[in-house]
C-alpha cells in the first residue's frame, strides 16, 4: 500500500464525511415520511465491498453504528464481486444480515474504479410501512418476522439504469402506503446517485490507490487514538446488571441485562454471555443490534467526538453467543429491536462507572419513547398516522446536573415534533408540553428531568405504545437518588386512569386524556450535599417541589413567602448525612 | 424654474463596526470621491469610533443624505451575555418550552453534553390562561386576571425586557396583541416583544427562541441605536439612518429598535452584498463571496446577483446555539483565520485550528509571546507575507522565530523540511476552507465551475487562489481595499423586509382568492415599512413566493410568483416550477402528486435613489502609468519555490495584465498569483484573476 502524503489524507478524510453528510441531506430535505424528516431514523455511508464503513453521516442515529455494511456485505455474497453493473440499484432489509425491524430498508448502489467494485454508497431509511400486522412503530402482537412486513434480502431494483418493475410492483402491492415508501426510494437513490458521482471525482482526481491508502490510513489513525485512551481505563472486569419490562408478550416477567465488561491493556471486550435467551415477544434484536449496542457504549467512553469509521472499532471485541435476546435468530420476531439498547448501553456504561468517576453520568430515562398517534381525520377526511418522540432526562454528570428533556443515547440528533406542528396536521389538541415535575434523581448534581405531554381531541383517535424501562427507575451513582421511572396512562372522561405503557390500537375517546411521561436521570452524588440556592432554583422553576427539596433533599422552604427555612435545613441535612454514614 | 437651487445633502456614508476595527467608507454621487476610514472599536461606547472615523474622513454629518451602519452589538450582546434580564408570557401548559427545545442531541455519543443555557430561565416565564388552535380559533378566551398576575410576577422578578409569545398565534395574534396593551398600561417603559411582531410562522421553540432573543437584545441595542442617532443630529444629520440588517437589506434605525434580533449578522452580510454587487458591475451575476479574517473563514453564493437567504439559523453555533428563524443571507462559517494554530494529533495527524491565537498572543512572527505556528506563520514561512510591509509596514514579521516553530512543533515530527511543513499547513486550511465553498455551492447542486470567487478579508486574498483550484473555481476576484469591503457593500444595499404567514393547504385546491387576501394583508405592511424607511412608492418591488412541498413531505422550497394577485394559473405555474426546482436541489420530482402550500412569503426590496451603483465610481485614476514590480522575492508553491515578481496593487491602471506567480501587495492585504494564473485590472479597479489561464 502506498503512502499518502498527510495533506492529501487531510483532504480526503474531511471530503468523505462532506460526501455522506450531503447525501443525508438529500434524504432528509426530499423524503416523504415523518420517520426520516422529524425524527431523523436513517442513516448513510459509504461501504467497502467487505462491508466495512469508510464514512458515516454526522447526526443519524447512533444505533445504526454497526450494521450499514453487513447488508451490502450480503448482496456481495449473493452476486459475487463481477455480478455489478453501473446502475444497478439494490434494496435490502434482510433480517438475518440487518437484525432490525423491517421497515429500515437500505438502498446501495455500485461505485467503480479502474474498472473495479470499490465501494457502495448506502443510505438505510425507515419506511412508513412494509406490510404486516401493524402500522406506526409495529405492533406488540407480532410472534414471528413474517408477522412484520416483506423481507427484502438484497434484491436489484433497477438493472444497468433500467427499474426491474415486477420487483417494484410486487412490493408497491405488498405496502399500505406505496405513495409515501416510493417517494422515500426516490429519495434514497438521489442519494446513492449523489456519492456515486462524487466518489467518482474523488478518485479521477487522487487516484484509486491513493483514496484507499489514505482510508487505511485513517483507520490505523482512529485506532491509535482509541486505544490510547483505552489505555487510560484501569484493567480490570467489570460487570452490572439492569432490568427490562418484558417482552411485551408474556408482562408479568421482567427481563434481566447482565454485562460484563472488559478492559485489558489497549483493547476493551463486552460480553454478552449471560444475556437473557431469543424472547418469545417482539423484544429481539438480530446479531447487529448486539454489536451497536457495545458500539455505542464503546464510543461514548473512548471517541465522543470522532468521526464515526471501522478503526475506531478495532481496539474493540464482543462476546455474543448465537440467538440470544440481541443475537435472534429468524424467524425471530423482531418488531422492537432497538427498544432494549439504551438500557442495555446503559448498563455497560454503570459496569465502568466505579472505575471512571469522572467520565460516567448516572443512568438516563432509558427508553426509546415513541409514540404513535392514528386514525382517521373526519375534518381532513383522509386517514393520518402522527409520530412523536418525547423527551426524557439525561443522567446527571460529574460536574454538573442532567440535561432534561431529550433523546436516549441512542438517538442523537432525533427531534421531538412542535406542538404547533402536530396540531397543525393531525386533529389533536395538547393539553401541555412541560418537565415534569420532580422526575429528576436527587443528588448533587441533579438528574434532567423528563417532558410530560398532555393528548386530547374532540375526534376519536387510535394510539400506540411500547415503552420500556417502567419497572426499574433510572438509578443515580456515587450516592445520587433514582429518578422517576417512564409512565403512560389514559384518563377517560369518566376519571378512571388506565395503564398506558404499553397500549396497541387503544381507543382515545373525546374527553379522554392520553397522557404520556418521560423518565428522569440518576442523581450524582449525596443530594444533601446539592448548595440550597440551587434547590430554590429548582423550585422557582418549576422542576422540583416543595415537597421533594424538603423530603430528596432536605432543604426546607416556606410555601407562602418562598423562603429557605435555615435552622430546619441545617438539621434536616445533617440528619441525612448522618444516616447516610450509618449506611 | 426656480433661479436658486439649494443642493440637497447627497452623501452616503456607511460604517461597519467589527470585533478589532470600526470601518468608514463614504461616497457622493457629485463629487466621484471615495473616502475611507479605519480605526479601532472602541469599547464600551461604540459610538466613539465611529466619530472618530468620521473626522479621520472629514465628513460634515449635515452633508450625508443616507447614514448606513452595521454592527456586531447584537451578536455579541448574545455571545456575551450581556444583554437585558427578559422575561417571557407564555400560553398554560407551554411554560418549559423554551427549556424543553427540540430534544436533540447534536453530540450523539457525548455523555457529557450540556443545551444552550437559556437567555430567560424558567422563574421568570409566567403562563396566562388562553388557547387559540391550529386555525386561529379561540379554543379558550384569555383571561385578564392570569395576565396581570403574570406582569406582577415577572415585575417581581424585576424585569427590564419581555416576550409574549403564545400558542398559534403566528396564526390569531389577537391575545397577543392585547397583552401587549395590558404591559404598556400596567409596566410602561418596559421593553416589550410580542411574537407575532417577529415572525407569523409555526413552531413554538424555534418562535419562542426568536423572540426571546429580540428581548434579551432589545433595550442595549435600542439604547445603542438612540444614542448613536442623537449624537449624530446634534452634529447636524438630517437624513436617514438606516440599519444593516441579516437578510441582506437595511431597515429604519426606529424598526431596528423595535427588532433588534433582525440586525445579528448586520456585519458580514454586506460584503455579501458587496460581492454580488462588484460580480453585476463586472458582469458575472454568479459569483461565491469568500472572505477570510483572523480566526474564521465564510463563504456564501450568489446566484443571478442575489445572496441566497435560509430562513432558519443558531446564533452561537450549530450545535450549542439559539435558533432564530428570520432570513438569514446564508453564510458558512469554518474555524480557519490567519491565526488557526498547526498541530500535531496523538495518532501523528498534522491539523489546523480551529483553536485560534487571536489577536494576542498573535502568530509567532507577530513577536508578542505567541509560540505556536500559526497559517499567517506559514505564509510568511513560504514567501507569500512580505516582514516588511505587513499592515502597510506598521508591523515588523519576524521569520526566523516563524520557521523555528515549524520547524520543531510540525516538520521535526513529521520528518519534513520546513517549507514542506509549512505547505501541508497552508494546504490544510485551503481544504478546510475549501468545505465552507463547497457546503454553499456543490452541497446544494452548484457546480463552482459556473461561478467566480470574490475574495476579501485580510486572508481571502492570499488563499483564493488555492481554494479556487480545489473546487475547479475558473475565477477569483479581487476588489479593491479588500479589507473594508463590508463597510463599501453597505453603500449599495437596499432595504428589505421579508414577511411569512403559515397558511397550510393543497395548491391544487385552495381558492386562489384566500391567498390572495393574504398576500393583500402582507403587502400592506410591507409597504408601511418600506415608508417608514422614507422610500417613495416608485421604488418598491414586491416579491411574493410560497414555501411549496409534495404533500407528506416536511422541508419546503420557497417557489416565487409573479407579479398582480394570485389566480388559478399563478397557482399552477408555481407548481410547475416547484417540480423544476426540486429536480434541480434534488435531482428527482414527481408531478404527478399534490402539493401544499405551508408558508406565504413575501419579500419587500426598496432601492436608495442615489447609492453606489458602479465600482467604477471608485476608481477614477491615471491609467497610464507603466506597470513595473517594485522588487522580486521568493515564494513557495507546489512544485517548489520561484522567483515572484512583487507589484503595489495602486500602481496598476486599468487595463494592465499579470501573469503568476507573482504577488500584489496593498495595505492590509496580499494577493498570491500561482504558477498560470493571469490577473486583468478591470475599470473598476478589481483584479479578475483566471486560475491557470496561462498553462
Known sequence: ?583 | MPALEVRAPQMRVAVDIGGTFTDLVAYDPGQARVRFAKSLTSYPRLSDAVFACLEQAEIDLAEVRHFMHGSTIAINTVIQRSGARAGLITTRGFRHVYAIGRGDRPRAYDLLFDKPVPLVPADRIAEVDERMDARGEVVRALDDGSVIAAIDLLMEQKIESVAVVLLHAYRNPAHERRIGAMIAARAPGLHVTLGHEILREFREYERTSTAVLNAYVGPVVSDYVAELDARLRDQGFAGHFMIMQSNGGTMSAGLARARPVSMMESGPVAGVIGAARLGQALGISDVISFDMGGTTAKASLIEKGEARTVSFYHIGGAETGHPMMLPVVDIVEVGTGGGSIAWIDAAGGLKVGPLSAGAAPGPVCYGLGGEEPTITDANLVLGRLDPAHFLGGRMRLDVEAARRAIGTRIAGPLGLGIERAAFGIVRIADARMSLAVREVSLAKGHDPRDFALVASGGGGPLHAGAIARELSVPRVIVPELPGTFSALGMLMTDARHDLVRTRIADIGRIEPGEIAAVFAEMIAEATGLLARDGIGGQDWRIVPALDLRYLGQEYTLPVPLGDGAPDAAMLAGARARFDELHHARYRHAAPDEAVEIVNVRLTAFGKVAGHLAAFGDITARATARAVAPIGHRAVWFEDGSHACAVYRREDLPAGAMIAGPAVIEEGVSTTILHPGDRAVVSTQGALIIDIGAGR
Not at chain 1, 470499490?118 to 438505510?124: D, E
Not at chain 1, 419513547?369 to 382517521?376: F, M, N, P, T, V
Request: aromatic share 6%; glycine share 12%.
Open chain 1, 1 to 583: 500500500m502506498s503512502e499518502v502524503d498527510p495533506i492529501t489524507l487531510e483532504v480526503v478524510r474531511n471530503a468523505l464525511v462532506a460526501y455522506a453528510d450531503e447525501m443525508a441531506t438529500v434524504l432528509c430535505r426530499t423524503a416523504y415520511n415523518m420517520m426520516i424528516f422529524e425524527i431523523r431514523d436513517y442513516c448513510v455511508g459509504i461501504v467497502d465491498p467487505e462491508g466495512r464503513i469508510i464514512a458515516q453521516n454526522t447526526g443519524g442515529l447512533p444505533i445504526f453504528l454497526a450494521d450499514l455494511g453487513t447488508a451490502v456485505a450480503g448482496a456481495v455474497a449473493t452476486y459475487g464481486m463481477d455480478g455489478f453493473c453501473p446502475g444497478d440499484v439494490l434494496i435490502s432489509n434482510d433480517p438475518r444480515l440487518c437484525g432490525q425491524h423491517l421497515n429500515n430498508i437500505v438502498i446501495f448502489t455500485p461505485v467503480f474504479a479502474e474498472g473495479r467494485l470499490v465501494a457502495f454508497p448506502a443510505l438505510r431509511a425507515h419506511w412508513v410501512d412494509v406490510g404486516g400486522g401493524s402500522r406506526g412503530f409495529g405492533s406488540t402482537a407480532s410472534r414471528e418476522i413474517f408477522h412484520e412486513g416483506l423481507q427484502l434480502c438484497g434484491l436489484k431494483i433497477y438493472k444497468a439504469g433500467e427499474p426491474v418493475s415486477e420487483v417494484l410492483r410486487l412490493i408497491g402491492d405488498n405496502i399500505r402506503f406505496p405513495h409515501s415508501s416510493f417517494g422515500d426510494l426516490r429519495a434514497q437513490i438521489a442519494g446513492c446517485r449523489l456519492g456515486e458521482q462524487r466518489l467518482g471525482e474523488m478518485f479521477d482526481r487522487y487516484g484509486y490507490a491513493t483514496v484507499r491508502a489514505a482510508i487505511e490510513t485513517i483507520w490505523d489513525q482512529s485506532e491509535t487514538l482509541v486505544r490510547a485512551a483505552i489505555r487510560a481505563i484501569p484493567d480490570g472486569v467489570y460487570e452490572a446488571e439492569s432490568l427490562l419490562d418484558h417482552d411485551f408478550l408474556d408482562r408479568a416477567t421482567p427481563i434481566p441485562i447482565k454485562v460484563r465488561v472488559i478492559v485489558e491493556d489497549d483493547g476493551m471486550c463486552v460480553d454478552f454471555s449471560s444475556l437473557p435467551p431469543r424472547l418469545k415477544g417482539p423484544m429481539n434484536a438480530g446479531r447487529s443490534g448486539g454489536i451497536a449496542c457495545a458500539r455505542v457504549a464503546f464510543k461514548c467512553i473512548v471517541a465522543p467526538n470522532a468521526v464515526v469509521n471501522e478503526g475506531e472499532m478495532r481496539a474493540l471485541s464482543v462476546i455474543l453467543p448465537d440467538d440470544t435476546m440481541l443475537s435472534a435468530l429468524p424467524p425471530a420476531p423482531l418488531t422492537f429491536w432497538s427498544s432494549a439498547m439504551p438500557t442495555v448501553i446503559d448498563t455497560i456504561l454503570r459496569a465502568l462507572a466505579p472505575v471512571l468517576p469522572d467520565r460516567i453520568p448516572a443512568a438516563h430515562k432509558g427508553d426509546m419513547s415513541g409514540l404513535a398517534i392514528y386514525g382517521h381525520d373526519q375534518t381532513r377526511r383522509r386517514d393520518f398516522i402522527c409520530l412523536d418522540i418525547f423527551g426524557g432526562g439525561f443522567g446527571a454528570k460529574p460536574d454538573g446536573d442532567g440535561v432534561s428533556a431529550v433523546v436516549s443515547v441512542c438517538q442523537g440528533a432525533v427531534h421531538n415534533a412542535p406542538v404547533e406542528v402536530q396540531e397543525a396536521y393531525y386533529p389533536l389538541l395538547i393539553e401541555a408540553h412541560r418537565l415534569r415535575l420532580d422526575s429528576g434523581g436527587a443528588g448533587r448534581h441533579r438528574g434532567g428531568l423528563g417532558v410530560e405531554l398532555i393528548y386530547t381531541s374532540t375526534q376519536e383517535f387510535l394510539a400506540n405504545t411500547h415503552l420500556q424501562r417502567t419497572l426499574m427507575p433510572p438509578w443515580g451513582l456515587h450516592g445520587g437518588g433514582a429518578a422517576m421511572a417512564m409512565d403512560a396512562c389514559i384518563e377517560t372522561a369518566e376519571g378512571t386512569t388506565l395503564a398506558g405503557t404499553a397500549l396497541d390500537g387503544a381507543r382515545i375517546r373525546p374527553g379522554d386524556r392520553l397522557i404520556v411521561r418521560g423518565g428522569g436521570g440518576g442523581g450524582f452524588g449525596p443530594a444533601e450535599e446539592r448548595p440550597e440556592a440551587l434547590v430554590a432554583r429548582d423550585v422557582a422553576e418549576g422542576l422540583v417541589s416543595i415537597d421533594a427539596a424538603a423530603a430528596q433533599y432536605g432543604v426546607v422552604i416556606d410555601p407562602a413567602s418562598r423562603a429557605i427555612d435555615a435552622a430546619a435545613t441545617a438539621t434536616r441535612r445533617a440528619a441525612m448525612a448522618r444516616a447516610r454514614r450509618a449506611c
